[in-house]
């Protein structure tokens, strides 16, 4: 299948600071790409939906100011976790998606995911 | 309510013995369902994907089925190893948006 990776694997930061997280799709070009969020022992919960060259959408009760996603290209896209608390210490993954209409249906492949800890 | 179920919620079994995961939905328009195979502290990687008019799909010693009729789809996995040890989420995707429903998923730990 096709590969999506994500940088950093892991980073740490200080309360109030910005991290951002980067999701690259290697080997397609992906019209969109997701952005989960998943706490310990959670499945998936899904933050916002990324269209190349257009807004994010993001899902009920998820902050667009405090999540700003970026997809500028048809293989990256990035989240911005801003001023960052403890709270939004959780594992974050992604997810490239190519819509084919001739395929009986669509992949949506993952990133290995980013663990994110605010001190 | 989440619109996809599994169960068990966990479950351990001894190495080399077979086992079955249960997932129930109800999220419609349906396009597909999948099983998902998640390592702690790593994404989920595609075990199989069903549309609507498969019944069974197997993926080495995975094997999914699917009846679309009752919503119900099963997971086996044959002769367990160590490394089947990880969580197991049932997926399914709407075909008006391609948004997935995630399943909370079963937690598999296999003991030697």
């Known amino acids: 299948g096709a590969v999506v990776s994500q940088h950093p694997s892991r980073v740490i930061c200080k309360s109030g600071t910005s991290v951002k997280i980067e999701c690259r799709s290697l080997?397609?070009?992906?019209?969109?790409m997701f952005w989960y969020r998943q706490f310990p022992k959670q499945s998936l919960m899904l933050m916002a939906t990324?269209?190349?060259?257009?807004?994010?959408?993001?899902e009920q009760g998820v902050e667009k100011d405090k999540f700003l996603i970026n997809h500028a290209s048809l293989t990256l896209s990035t989240l911005t976790v801003t001023s960052a608390h403890p709270e939004d210490s959780s594992f974050y993954i992604c997810?490239?998606?190519?819509?084919?209409?001739?395929?009986?249906?669509?992949?949506?492949?993952f990133g290995p995911g980013t663990r994110l800890t605010v001190l | 309510k989440n619109q996809v179920e599994q169960s068990p919620q966990s479950l351990i079994i001894l190495e080399g013995k077979n086992c079955t995961l249960q997932?129930?939905?109800?999220?419609?328009?349906?396009?597909?369902l999948r099983w998902y195979k998640q390592d702690t502290g790593r994404g989920p990687v595609s075990l199989t994907i069903?549309?609507?008019?498969?019944n069974t799909k197997s993926n080495g010693r995975y094997t999914a089925t699917l009846d679309a009729d009752t919503k119900q789809s099963s997971l086996h996995i044959t002769a367990s190893q160590l490394s089947d040890s990880a969580s197991y989420i049932c997926?399914?995707?709407?075909?008006?948006?391609?948004?997935?429903?995630f399943g909370a998923g079963t937690t598999v730990t296999v003991r030697a």
């Open positions: 997810s490239a998606f190519s819509l084919d209409t001739l395929a009986p249906y669509n992949e949506q492949f």
């Open positions: 080997d397609f070009q992906a019209t969109t």
């Open positions: 990324s269209n190349e060259g257009s807004k994010a959408t993001y």
């Open positions: 997932c129930n939905y109800t999220v419609s328009p349906f396009s597909n």
């Open positions: 069903m549309t609507f008019s498969e």
């Open positions: 997926v399914v995707s709407r075909s008006n948006d391609y948004k997935l429903s």
